[in-house]
C-alpha cells in the first residue's frame, strides 16, 4: 500500500508531466487507449482503409440521395454508424473465434493429460524417504501415440487461435498486413 508522503510525491511528480506538446506529439499519442473503436470521435482508425470508407459514403449518398444539410448530416451518421458495426462485427468474430480455439486447445491438452503420469518422490541420496528433504517428479506416457495426437491437436488450436487473432487484427485494420 502507498503511504501518504509517497502518494504526495506522487502527485507533485505528475504535475511536472504535462504530456505532448506540440500537434506531432500529439497526433502521435492520441490514439494510445483506443481498443475497439466503437466510441472513437473518428470514422476512420489508423490504419483502416480510407478508400473503403470513402467508397462506403459514396454508395450511401448515390442511393440515399441527401437534400439539404440536415439529410446530409443525417446520412454522415447512417455512413458513420455503418462503418463502426462492420467493425464491431470484425472484432465480435475475431473474440469468438479466439476463445473457440482456446478452449479446444485446452480440452486437447486436458486429453493428453489423461494418457501420462506423474509421481513425485521424496528422495535422499536417491533413496525413497518418508520426510521432504529433496522431491524428484517424474512423467510417464502411457499411450504414446495417442499422447503425441492430443498434443499435437492441442499446438495445432493454439495456432488458429492465434492466426484468429492476428486475422482479426488485419480485418479490424484493413490497410495493416
Known amino acids: 500500500m502507498t503511504s501518504d508522503k509517497q502518494a504526495q510525491a506522487n502527485r507533485r511528480n505528475a504535475l511536472k508531466s504535462t504530456g505532448p506538446k506540440t500537434p506531432e506529439g500529439k497526433a502521435a499519442v492520441r490514439h494510445n487507449a483506443l481498443r475497439h473503436g466503437l466510441l472513437s470521435q473518428d470514422v476512420l482508425l489508423p490504419g483502416e482503409d480510407e478508400a473503403a470508407l470513402k467508397e462506403l459514403g459514396e454508395r450511401m449518398r448515390d442511393e440515399l440521395q441527401p437534400v439539404g444539410e440536415l439529410e446530409g448530416l443525417l446520412v454522415d451518421r447512417i455512413i458513420s454508424s455503418t462503418w463502426r458495426l462492420q467493425r464491431l462485427g470484425r472484432v465480435e468474430a475475431g473474440i469468438f473465434a479466439f476463445e473457440l480455439y482456446g478452449e479446444l486447445a485446452e480440452r486437447a491438452r486436458q486429453k493428453a493429460d489423461k494418457y501420462s503420469r506423474t509421481e513425485t518422490e521424496v528422495m535422499i541420496g536417491g533413496y525413497k524417504l518418508g520426510g521432504e528433504v529433496e522431491t524428484a517428479v517424474k512423467t510417464t506416457i502411457t499411450d504414446k501415440q ?32
Open 146 to 177: 495417442k499422447h503425441q495426437e492430443a498434443v499435437e491437436t492441442a499446438r495445432e488450436m493454439e495456432s488458429v487461435r492465434d492466426a484468429e487473432l492476428a486475422h482479426a487484427g488485419t480485418d479490424l485494420y484493413p490497410g495493416r498486413k
